[in-house]
Structure formats: C-alpha cells, structure tokens
C-alpha cells in the first residue's frame, strides 16, 4: 500500500529569470497559497487561457472568412499570449 505523498510526481524547477522565485512567493503569500500550489495554479490557469484563446480566434477566423485550416478549432493565428 502506498501512500499519497508517493503517489505525488516531483519535479524540480529552476527559476533562470531574475526576480521570477519573488515573485511567485509574493503572489502565493498574497493568495494564502504555498509556492508549490502557486505554480500549479498558474500551469493549470495558462492551459485554460491557452484554450480560451484557441476558441477565441477559431471563432475570429470564422467570422472574418479567413480560416486557413480545416480544423473546428485551428491553432491561433490572430491573438498572442506572448509565450
């Protein structure tokens, strides 16, 4: 049997930005969070908006008659989430 702490997969991140380690524990302070849920939060809200955009400009790109791809959903063309 094992136990829920094993079962947690751990991975260790390097902050290579100046400032970026602050800047997640100032935010994780703020929001009553540890570092590590800040993180996850933020992985877990980046994929979200990632898919908001996607659907966003699928809906663009239909409506403005310049859809380059045959997918319902194409890869996002119009709109950068600067990543």
């Known amino acids: 049997m094992s ?3 094993n079962d947690l997969e751990k ?3 390097r902050f290579s930005e100046v400032g970026l380690r602050s800047q997640i524990a ?3 302070k703020q929001t009553n969070r540890s570092m590590n849920a800040e993180i996850i939060h933020r992985l877990f809200h980046g994929f979200e908006l990632e898919e908001e ?3 966003a400009n699928a809906v663009i790109d239909h409506l403005t008659g310049s859809e380059e791809s045959t997918e319902e959903f194409p890869v996002p063309r ?3 989430n600067g990543g």
Do not use: H, M
């Open 11 to 13: 991975f260790v991140v």
């Open 53 to 55: 955009l996607r659907r």
């Open 26 to 28: 100032t935010r994780a």
């Open 78 to 80: 119009r709109v950068s």
């Open 3 to 5: 136990s829920r702490k």
